[in-house]
């Protein structure tokens, strides 16, 4: 059974930084990554680790945004650096394994100004 379980998530003020965490369980991939959905909009790519072992990053958080990804834990982190309230949003961590997108059950990301 494939289980995306992220965490970090919470509460931080405008110019901060978190560190969110997806330990995949079930299922061996390099095609991982984050994406994001905030109230109203659609969810969008955030940060995508390719299986070429590329990195993809939205316009919206280059430079303040780092997907790394721990091989032996199986884990897919993403730092957020100078955090904007317009970050705020439910980031889900994805999974790209034998023609399926998994995904994780959020983590709720809430910047205040």
């Known amino acids: 059974q494939v289980q995306l379980v992220e965490s970090g998530g919470g509460l931080v003020q405008a110019g901060g930084s978190l560190r969110l965490s997806c330990a995949a369980s079930g299922i061996m991939t390099n095609a991982m990554g984050w994406y994001r959905q905030a109230p109203g909009k659609q969810r969008e790519l955030v940060a995508f680790l390719t299986t070429g072992g590329n990195t993809n990053y939205a316009d919206s958080v280059k430079g303040r945004a780092t997907i790394s990804r721990d091989n032996a834990e199986n884990t897919v982190y993403l730092q957020m650096n100078s955090l904007k309230p317009e970050d705020t949003a439910v980031y889900y961590c994805?999974?790209?394994?034998?023609?399926?997108?998994?995904w994780g059950q959020g983590t709720q990301v809430t910047v205040t100004s």
């Open positions: 994805a999974a790209n394994y034998n023609r399926r997108t998994y």
